[in-house]
Each structure stands twice: as C-alpha cells, then as structure tokens.
C-alpha cells in the first residue's frame, strides 16, 4: 500500500503502501471555496462522484497484498525493482497523454522541490519493500495493522514535528494505541516490526507531501520519486539476476502480464484518490481511509489462514478501539469547526 499511504504510494498518502492524509488535507482545503460556489445539485455530485473515486482507490489498494502472491515465485526485491521501473515508464505515459510535461518541467527547475521529492522517495522505497517483503512472506495481517496505526501515527509525528497540539481525546487514543502495541510485544515476546515500519515510514512520507503542498501533483511527485529510485531499482534487479535469477519471462505470458502492470497498479489508485479528495470534505476520506486495511485484514486471516491468536486479536482489538476514538473526535471537532465559521459568516 504503495496503496502503493497512498498508499499511495508517490502522493494517501494512501498505498497501500501509498497515501498521505496531509495531501488529502491540502487537497480538500484547496477546493472547499470552489465546490462553495457550485449551485447544489452540482456539489451534491461532485461529492458523490468524489466519493466513488476515493472509494474505489481504497478498495484497490485493499487488494494489492493478492495482486503480489498472484506475482510468485517473484521474491520482494525484483518485485520492488519492477514495480520502480514500471511505475517511471507508466507515469511518463500519462505525462504524454494528459500534456502535462510543461508544468512537470518546472518543477524540475525548482531545486527545493527536487530535493523533497528525493527525500519522499527514499521513504516511500522503505514503505514499498517492507510491505511487499511482508506480503509475500505470510505476514499480511502486520501489513494491514501497520496501516490501521499509520492515522495514530500521523497525529502523533505532528505533536513532535510540528509541535501541535493535541485534544485530550487524541491523547486518549495515543495511549490506547500504545497499549495495544505493549500487548502485542509482550503476546509476541517480538517486536512487530513490519506494522511499526509501515506506520512510521508513510507517516514520515505524509510529512514530506505535507511539506510539499500543492505546488507538485500527484503524476509528477510520482515521476519524480520513481526517477529518484531508478538506479536502485537497476541495482536490486542485477543483483537478483546474478543471485537468484529474474521470474519476470520465465514463467509464462500470463506472468509477464501480471508482472508488467506493477506500475499501473500502483499509479492507478494514487490518481482516484487524488481525484476523490478534492472532491468530498476531509472527514470523509479520514473514514474510507480504514477500506484498505481492514481488506487487507480479511485477505491475510480469512483468505490466506494467518494465525490469529487471542493475543493478536486483543492488539488489533485495541488499536480499533483507539481509531473509533480518534475519528470520533475528528468529526465532533470538524462539526464544531464548520458551525463556528458558519457563525462568523452570518455575524
């Protein structure tokens, strides 16, 4: 969840492996004054239409840990090489189609830009190789718990980042999460390492695309971190052919086939959540957010038989518990927001 977030992967913050909250933030704050001024029925359905696009960019990056074991015996590292390369060429062709090279090029121009979405690469890279080494190692459900802490993550990394400050219900939810990790470790005698690395890395990448803002769209930020990543996607794939040996042209058409729409899976849902969240208000993709991971929850105990001790369902349990805590206090707060600037306009 490269959704490739967000995931997604390359711009909600995603990816699944992909997809930064603070872009659909900037996203949704950019567009409120313009669907403000649509006669109803038409922002009824851009909403309605923003909506289905944001939906449907969760529900693909919900079955992307099923898209990469259809990929097997493909190991994690060429995988991830392939998924750079093809993302590059896929993202170059929508460049072409829509003509958008001109504004792409100005961001090329712009070092501080260059420099971000280096840094945004590198992160998504972590978040892309841990999630897909986990896929394909039967550890689905850590990927799926990495996400669902990923939102707890991400208010947390702005208390010590940004120095906000946090409502106590917030607070409340930190905490609750925090339990929920002891529980899990002590469960476990192990750290979850692959939930921990996931949350922590798309948050950091929700960070960079925060720092970002608007100025880069989400064809050319992913352009951009998969150029950035190119020389290390040649690298793990050279090293695979000299160690292990490619899969990708020695297991058939069909696997070429599956192989070779990496890139538009992981481009694909980056551009529907672009799409949908300048069109529906923050809240709502605050709550579709939770489609990817709860998919990828179903895919690893009921489709692919993970074990699922008490342990793990008192930590996920847990971690539920402090989400319905959390968007709770979203939507009050959003609701409380919206009836004060209400107040103000008529006053």
């Known amino acids: 969840m490269t959704r490739e977030s967000v995931p ?15 872009g659909a933030a900037e996203i949704a704050g950019s567009d409120a004054a313009h669907l403000a001024q649509e006669p109803p029925a038409d922002a009824a359905r851009e909403r309605l239409v923003g909506g289905v696009f944001a939906f449907a960019a969760y529900f693909l990056w919900g079955f992307l840990p099923l898209y990469f074991i259809l990929l097997a015996p ?18 170059i062709f929508l460049l072409t189609v829509m003509r958008a090279w001109r504004p792409f090029l100005a961001i090329v121009r712009q070092p501080r830009l260059l420099g971000w ?34 939102p707890i993550a991400t208010v947390l990394l702005g208390v010590i980042v940004l120095r906000e400050r946090l409502r106590l219900t917030q607070w409340i939810a930190i905490a609750i999460a925090g339990i929920a990790v002891i529980v899990t470790i002590v469960g476990y005698n192990s750290v979850p390492w692959v939930a921990l690395t996931l949350a922590a890395s798309f948050s950091v990448y929700g960070l960079i695309k925060k720092r970002i803002g608007p100025s880069v769209d989400a064809v050319s930020g992913l352009t951009l971190e998969s150029a950035w990543l190119t020389p290390l996607a040649i690298v793990l794939l050279v090293v ?15 696997h070429v086939v599956l192989v070779s729409l990496a890139g538009a899976a992981t481009a694909v849902p980056l551009l529907l959540f672009a799409a949908g969240a300048r069109r529906v208000p923050l809240t709502v993709v605050g709550l579709l ?49 919206r009836g004060i600037s209400d107040v103000a306009e008529y006053s």
Do not use: K
């Not at 695979?240 to 069909?254: F, P």
């Not at 990817?292 to 996920?316: C, H, K, N, V």
């Not at 979203?330 to 609701?335: M, P, T």
């Open 74 to 91: 493909i190991t994690g590292w060429e995988l991830v090489g392939w998924r750079i390369l093809l993302s590059l060429v896929f993202c």
């Open 289 to 337: 957010q939770f489609i990817a991971p709860i998919m990828q929850f179903i895919t690893g105990a009921w489709i692919l038989g993970e074990p699922m001790p008490p342990e793990r369902w008192i930590g996920f349990g847990l971690v539920w518990v402090a989400l319905v805590v959390l968007t709770v206090d979203s939507i009050v707060f959003a609701r409380r927001a």
């Open 117 to 150: 979405t280096a840094l945004a690469g590198a992160v998504i890279y972590v978040n892309w190789q841990v999630f897909i080494l986990a896929t394909l190692s039967g550890h689905v459900i850590e990927t799926s718990l990495g996400y669902f802490i990923n």
């Open 240 to 254: 695979t052919s000299l160690t292990s040996g490619l899969t990708a042209g020695a297991y058939g058409v069909w």
């Open 8 to 22: 997604g992967d390359g711009g909600s913050a995603p990816a699944t492996g992909d997809i930064p909250a603070s």
